[in-house]
């Protein structure tokens, strides 16, 4: 997928345009999907497409007669050096020195924005996240909801859309009832309740209170809620985790929220009355069974602060409501929707991303409860930028697993090593380079790039399309892989090749590519939320 946003300084996007010209000469304005491809052999050129195959049933002409006429073409362009047919009808392109030197001095103008988007008018996003209940620590689980959710927002703020990250949690209900009793029981030694928490974050909780053993149930679950609030905010913090808004499900009674959402969602037609219970018909809407709203005694059901926290979301002002949930509230999907649907609203307009399990392996997990642990267990064992990384390395669809021993060794074999060293030696080139008084301006007007510098090039170019389809697809893996695979570049660029050249146009591009390399790795890293040190 390309970028084809004019707002974005894109090299790889103006050479798409120049192809879509030239496929529009002969088509007189049809123009179907252009795809260019990085080829796996050098010797096939820089860049490959098979557009002439696509347009041979719209022309009907043979693929390879199309593919001669659009090389004839496009070999005029100032971008393209040469053109070659080859195969049924493939076009390979190497790429004009000019390009090169072309694209590199647009990513270096650009800087730390090359990619970014403009903000998009009239688009509001809300990133609802994490959300656990506060009546306990957080585990692996949502940690792995914090990393993911905070680089969608990352990157849907890169794309140009305004973000709000909030945090939902439900401070309201039975199990918040049996959180404030199972402070109070550890306060006062005695045994919880069944069916409370035992966990050890409870006892610190309990002893963090200023209260008289005699003070009411509400004091010791208001404060406790309040004090765990806390503790969860502290550690998604150390995770460089924040959040713009904090709801509160008890608010959203208390303020009438879920009895004026009722009310508009019966307003729509939607609400009926069946067993003594109020209903909301969800099934019209494609889910799997009504919901109930209010059970037979009055009480208010979950649904009920679902749906008026619903109807607050877009009541604020978003334009999309963005929910990262786990795995086992898959169901929610159709129900969240049907729900907004029932306001009045658009169903499209509620995406629900969910996120499959995450455990861990290796010898550092030590004496801890199987493949549960804490977040704070997980940053404080492999640190913050290992446990980013590892976290979003691979697609929130997939379930993961963390090798904690993998993820602390100071080898090419640990990725996140790998990457943070590529940023750490270019900017050691760059001091030494400023040492010795060997910088120089500009790109090198006649130098001409060399294999190892042609690849990195065209791989920093491909920056602005990764980071469009990353926040397209809500896939911050396609971030890490990228970086991965531009160290991996770096690294072949600086073994093959001497970056501090004697002949100084030589040495001006090649340390202008090293800059470009390393403020592309800045760049990606920041977008996953892991840092880019300039010393390893």
Known sequence: MLC??????????????????????????????IGLERPGNPEHGDY???????????????????????????EGFPAIASVEVAGPGFLNLRLSDDWYRGALTAMLTAGSDFGRHAPVAGVETLVEFVSANPTGDLTIGSARN????????????????????????????????????????????EEIPEGGYPGAEIVEVANALDLPDDAPLDDW????????????????????????LWT???TLHSSGAVTAAIDRARSE???????????LRTTTFGDDKDRVLLKADGETTYFAADLAYIDLKFKRGATRAIYVLGADHHGYIQRLKAGAVCLGLDAEAVEVLIYQLVTVSGERMGKRRGNVIILDELTEAIGVDAARYFLVERSHDQMLDIDLDLAVETSSKNPVFYVQYAHAR????????????????GVGPTHVPEGPERTLVRRLAEWPDIAATAADLRAPHRIVSWVHELAADFHAFHHDLHVLHEDAGTRAFRLST?????????RGLGLIGVNAPDRM
């Open 4 to 33: 084809h946003d004019s707002r974005v300084i894109d090299p790889v996007a103006d050479l798409h345009a120049a192809l879509t010209s030239a496929v529009v000469g002969l088509t007189g304005g049809d123009v179907p999907q």
């Open 48 to 74: 490959a497409t098979s557009v002439a195959m696509r347009l041979a049933p719209l022309l009907d002409k043979p693929p390879r007669e199309i593919a001669q006429e659009l090389a004839t073409i496009v």
């Open 146 to 189: 914090a990393a993911y959710g905070d680089c969608v927002s990352r990157l849907l703020d890169f794309a140009g859309q305004t973000v709000t990250r909030e945090y939902y949690f439900n401070d309201a209900g039975n199990q918040i009832n049996l959180f404030g009793q199972s402070v109070r029981a550890r306060r006062l030694g």
């Open 221 to 244: 679950t208001t404060q406790g809620v309040a004090v765990m609030i806390e503790r969860i905010r502290s550690g998604l913090e150390r995770m460089r985790v924040t959040f713009d």
């Open 248 to 250: 509160s499900e008890q």
């Open 269 to 279: 037609g939607h609400v009926f009355e069946q067993d003594d219970a109020t209903w």
């Open 426 to 441: 270019c900017q050691s080139i760059l001091r030494k380079a400023a040492e010795e008084g060997l910088e120089v301006a």
């Open 514 to 522: 090293v800059r470009a390399t390393g403020e592309a790795l800045t």
